[in-house]
């Protein structure tokens, strides 16, 4: 998306992605790493109300 529609953007594109982390094998350890609708939420909040 940045690299063909960078002139129609307002603000950076922002990576939503699991945390640089190495992924444990533990149940609650990996849904702390990887994203969820809050996190994606977080994030869109993040870039959109600057």
């Given at each position: 998306v940045?690299?063909?529609?960078f ?6 594109v ?6 640089d982390?190495p992924?444990?094998f ?6 702390a ?16 109300y600057?």
């Amino acid at each position: 998306v940045q690299k063909y529609a960078f002139d129609y953007l307002d603000a950076p594109v922002k990576r939503v992605s699991q945390a640089d982390t190495p992924l444990a094998f533990a149940k609650p350890l990996i849904e702390a790493s990887l994203p969820n609708v809050g996190r994606v939420i977080e994030a869109c909040k993040a870039v959109l109300y600057k």
